[in-house]
Each structure stands twice: as structure tokens, then as C-alpha cells.
């Protein structure tokens, strides 16, 4: 049981580190998706979605190199640290960051939408400059489907495996996420302890998705009676 | 005063329009697509113009040449959009103190409060965006704009959203506040009734192109007969609430509400401010002084002007205030009559529509 609060603790280390690079860094590519015009946005715009597509594991596989003493990441680590990253929770964070970048972008790319561009044009001639306008009108506008995003970002790391056991490894009490640590517990016969396990992650599964399903129909109920104007 | 010289190209469409305006009230006028809403925009910033340059009392905002461009939101023009844009997550309070807020102490030369008083919102402060009607959200949006005590304020079609009694009565509230602050506003519209009513000047801009930059009723009547397309035009004008009988009320208008009109019984108390409405259709032209009619209204004036194209008219008529008049070319020719001749409008009282100001 002692075991169980450490892995979920580690768990929950992970996928929340993970989230606090995802919001802001998923905000900027939104951001630049929805409102901004420029040469390669459909190459970020599939650069960024890209982890969904691809097996989990082939993200760990490159991520495993870059964070590796010959990729960049590696090298800048080994200068300040005087290690690499790799096996590490750190590499485990930055695997669940990638792997639900998308969803989080794809969220917030939604929320953005819903806000009517003219209030930012009217807000700017009121004098109000570009971030001020993002946060007094832009985000307060569109915080349901920010946080809902941010959940969805959230229990993705949290459940994330393939990607996290080839960068981080499955290291008891340094690495071992919940995922991980089921899949060593199924792999040893130990199925109780593995149901144990399993039983938090739906719990926590659940209770995420009902909490993001609610702020998403709000926002859409909200978003419907703030486009009034015309009589 | 304002002065620009803006080009933007764009998806095949040019704009190309320069003017000085003075600190009146300039109505920019043109068919929809004619450039108008791009023009205010490359005022206000919103819009990066492709070439040219704009100066705001002095203040060079943007200029190609010389490399200049001013962010929005240190440009002190205000800017009144069609549906109000208000920000639905804030109250009227709070709307109406959003860009005064971000002023200086001592550049806050208006009181929102005073402000939000003046253009009778003081009820209506804890209320949201939503819960207004037209009228109300578009008094707050003039309210938002006014509190920033800028140099300049845009109208972009600020009456197209709102039915006929709510946009008498927007338009005396700009009226008031343009005698009150003396703030030069550039007002965009397709409605020739509103610009007469409000403007002391109008440009015509069509195709991206100004035609014309005149007196209101002179440049687009003028350019509206020529072009046989004229809406149905009102006289919009403010009056004040006179005597009532059982069946009758008296409104004053004109200049100094000198001029007594007779309209339907109206409920309301003499010395009521009110906006009165009369089609030019509605209106007949005598030359002589007409006996023993039922129409109530049989008013004295004088022609100061006449356009005439493809057989329809329609006179200028000084009664104390400007009416437009429409008529055919026989009428006209029948009653012989041109400019300086005295002329009396005749109008029945149930042709009056008699708007809350």
C-alpha cells in the first residue's frame, strides 16, 4: 500500500510538471494557430498534432536520443548538470508534456475560437495593449475551455506509458508511474496489486473527463449568449 | 482635425481615399463594400493601411514615408461598433471604466459615472452585456468610448442593429454628446436619413473612392437622385412635447422649437424631449397657401434646394429646420415652383411618428 501512495504521488509529480510546461507553451501555438497568419503554420499546425498520430513509443525512442548524450538536450544537461537526462522523472515529465501537447493545443485552439475577435480590436482601441487584452478579455472569456483543456492535458500525462518506459525506464521509486508500474505488476502475476492500480487510474480518468465534459458545455452554453448584439 | 491619406489593398479591392475633416460631425456614406468600415479601421488601427498617412489633431499615427505607426491603444480615438462589441464577462460599470482605467490619473478628464448619467445608464450599472436591449447596449459602448475622453470618435453603423424608435433616440443622444464633450466624430452609415439628421458634412466613398464631400443633404440627395436609388427618406429631428387634447399633441421643432407640429395623441408631459420622424413621401408641397383641409399640418417655408433626375425629386423646404420633401418631376412641374420661392409642407398628423430622445 506504501508502495501504491508513492507510485501514484510520483505519477501525479509527473503528469502536473508536464502540465505546467503544456498550458503556457500550448497557449503560444493556439494562439499563433488561431489568430496569427503566417508562412508555416500548416507545418506547426502538423508538427504540433503529430504525437497523436504517431505510437508512443517512437516519441520516446526520439526523445530518448535528443535527451541522450549526443542530442542537444543531452549535451546542455551533461554542461550544467554534468548528466544526462535520460531515465530520469524529469524525461518522464517531458514525455507526458509532448504526448499531450496536442490535446491541450487542440483546446485551447477551440476556446480561442469562441472569442469574438472584435472584443481584442475593441479592447485594444480603449487602450488596452496586446497582453493586457489576453488576459482581461481573451482568457477570462475563454477559462472554461482553458481549464478544460488543461485536465484533458493533465490525465493524458497521467496515463501516459509507452512513450515515458522508453525515455524514463521503469524505475521503482525513481520512474515508476502508475502505468508502469501495472504493467510490472500484470507482467509478474500480481494482479490484485495490478487491479489496485488500475482502480485509482479510472477512478482519477473519470473524475477528470466528467469535470472536463461539464466546463466544455458550459462554455458552449456561455459562448451562445455573449453573441447576442442584433435584437 | 483630422486629416488622412490612406490607401489599402486588399484581395483585389483598392481604397484609396484622402480628406481633412474638420471637428464636426463627419458622416462617411456609401453603398456596403464601398470601403467605409476599412477606412475607420485604418483610423482606429485596427487596420495596418498599405500606404499613406493619417494625423490626429497634429499627431502623425501613421505614416508610410516616414515609417511611423501608432498602436491602437495609444491612439485616444474611440470607437462605437455596430452591436456595441461590449465585453459579456464585465458589467455595465465595469465596460464603461474599462479604457478609463487605463488612463492616467490626470489624462481622466470625464467621470464614467457622470458619463454613464449622461446617457441614462445610472440604473443599469450592475447589469451584463446580456441583459440589455439594443438601445441600452449601444448607449453603454458610446458610454466605454466617451470615458476615455478621446480625441476623435468613430461610428461604425452604431444604428444598424436597432428598430426605428431606438435609433431616434440614439441619434439625439450622439447629438447631445457631440454639443456636450465638442468631440469631432466620423460617423459611417448607408442610411442618407441618419447622415442628414446628424452630419454637418458627408463624403460619399464608393468603390474604394471618394465622390464627393459636401453638406449631407446636398451631396447625397444630389447622388441618390442621380443614381435613382434613394430608400424610403426620413426627416428625423428633436422636438419637445407640447399641449395635448383628447385626440391631438403638439410637438415643437426646429432650431429653437419654434415651429408647432400636430401629431397623434402621444402620453406623455408637456416639456418631454422626444424625436420626431416624417417620411419625405409623406409630405405634400403647396404653392399657395392651402384652405379647408383635414390634413392638421400646413407649415410655411422656403425651397433652398432642388435635385431632379429620371422623374424623381425632392426639394429642400427651410420651415426653422431643413425638410427633405420627395416628389415627382410633373408635381414639380405643375406647381412651378424653385429655389427661394415660399412653399407650405402639408402632412396629416397620423404621418408623425413621435420617438422617446
Not at chain 2, 52 to 66: F, L, R
Not at chain 2, 274 to 293: D, Y
Amino acid at each position: 500500500m506504501n508502495s501504491d501512495i508513492s507510485i501514484v504521488a510520483l505519477s501525479l509529480q509527473i503528469a502536473l510538471i508536464a502540465t505546467a510546461v503544456t498550458l503556457p507553451l500550448g497557449m503560444l501555438l493556439a494562439w499563433l494557430l488561431v489568430r496569427k497568419k503566417f508562412r508555416g503554420k500548416f507545418v506547426l499546425d502538423v508538427v504540433v498534432s503529430l504525437p497523436l498520430a504517431l505510437p508512443p513509443v517512437v516519441i520516446g525512442y526520439a526523445l530518448l536520443w535528443l535527451v541522450g548524450s549526443n542530442g542537444w538536450i543531452g549535451q546542455v544537461s551533461k554542461s550544467l548538470f554534468g548528466s544526462t537526462l535520460a531515465f530520469t522523472w524529469i524525461a518522464a515529465a517531458l514525455a507526458a508534456a509532448i504526448v499531450s501537447l496536442p490535446l491541450v493545443v487542440r483546446s485551447f485552439a477551440a476556446a480561442l475560437s469562441g472569442v469574438d475577435t472584435r472584443l481584442e480590436v475593441a479592447a485594444r482601441g480603449l487602450g488596452s495593449g496586446p497582453w493586457r487584452t489576453f488576459f482581461t478579455v481573451t482568457l477570462p472569456l475563454a477559462y472554461r475551455g482553458v481549464i478544460a483543456g488543461g485536465l484533458l492535458g493533465f490525465v493524458r500525462a497521467l496515463s501516459e506509458f509507452g512513450a515515458t518506459i522508453v525515455v524514463a525506464g521503469n524505475i521503482q521509486g525513481r520512474t515508476q508511474t502508475v502505468p508502469s508500474a501495472i504493467f510490472t505488476r500484470i507482467s509478474a502475476g500480481d494482479t490484485d496489486a495490478a487491479w489496485r492500480l488500475a482502480l485509482v487510474s479510472v477512478v482519477l480518468g473519470v473524475a477528470a473527463l466528467a469535470v472536463h465534459n461539464w466546463l466544455i458545455k458550459r462554455s458552449a452554453n456561455g459562448n451562445e449568449s455573449t453573441s447576442g448584439g442584433a435584437q | 482635425m483630422i486629416s488622412f491619406d490612406v490607401q489599402l489593398l486588399r484581395d483585389g479591392f483598392t481604397l484609396d481615399v484622402s480628406a481633412e475633416l474638420d471637428d464636426g460631425i463627419t458622416a462617411v456614406f456609401g453603398p456596403s463594400g464601398a470601403g467605409k468600415s476599412s477606412l475607420l479601421n485604418c483610423i482606429a488601427g485596427s487596420v495596418h493601411p498599405t500606404g499613406g498617412s493619417i494625423q490626429i489633431d497634429g499627431h502623425k499615427v501613421y505614416s508610410a514615408t516616414e515609417k511611423i505607426w501608432v498602436a491602437p491603444e495609444n491612439r485616444r480615438i474611440g470607437t462605437v461598433y455596430q452591436d456595441g462589441a461590449l465585453f459579456p464577462h464585465l458589467d455595465v460599470r465595469r465596460n464603461i471604466e474599462f479604457g478609463w482605467r487605463l488612463l492616467p490619473e490626470n489624462e481622466r478628464r470625464l467621470d464614467p459615472l457622470e458619463v454613464a448619467e449622461f446617457l441614462g445608464l445610472a440604473h443599469l450599472l450592475e447589469r451584463k452585456p446580456n441583459d440589455l436591449s439594443g438601445g441600452e447596449r449601444q448607449r453603454v459602448a458610446i458610454a466605454r468610448a466617451l470615458a476615455t475622453s478621446p480625441n476623435l470618435l468613430l461610428l461604425d453603423e452604431p444604428l444598424a442593429s436597432l428598430d426605428g424608435a431606438r435609433r431616434g433616440s440614439i441619434l439625439n443622444y450622439l447629438k447631445r454628446v457631440h454639443a456636450e464633450f465638442k468631440m469631432p466624430m466620423v460617423y459611417v452609415s448607408h442610411s442618407i436619413s441618419e447622415v442628414v439628421s446628424i452630419a454637418s458634412k458627408a463624403m460619399l466613398i464608393r468603390d474604394g473612392k471618394v465622390e464627393g464631400y459636401d453638406r449631407p443633404s446636398a451631396l447625397l440627395l444630389g447622388a441618390a437622385t442621380a443614381g435613382g436609388d434613394v430608400d424610403s427618406f426620413q426627416n428625423i429631428v428633436d422636438g419637445v412635447i407640447g399641449e395635448s387634447t383628447d385626440h391631438l399633441t403638439t410637438v415643437q421643432i426646429g432650431e429653437s422649437f419654434s415651429v408647432n407640429i400636430s401629431t397623434r395623441h402621444q402620453n406623455k408631459t408637456p416639456g418631454e424631449r422626444v424625436v420626431v420622424s416624417i417620411g419625405a413621401n409623406q409630405i405634400i408641397l403647396a404653392a399657395g397657401e392651402p384652405q379647408n383641409l383635414s390634413a392638421r399640418n400646413i407649415i410655411k417655408g422656403v425651397v433652398t434646394e432642388i435635385w431632379s433626375k429620371q422623374g424623381k425629386v425632392f426639394t429642400e423646404v427651410d420651415i426653422g429646420h431643413k425638410y427633405i420633401v420627395e416628389l415627382t418631376e410633373n408635381a414639380l412641374k405643375d406647381l412651378g415652383i424653385s429655389v427661394g420661392n415660399d412653399v407650405f409642407l402639408v402632412f396629416k398628423s397620423s404621418s408623425v411618428d413621435v420617438f422617446d430622445a
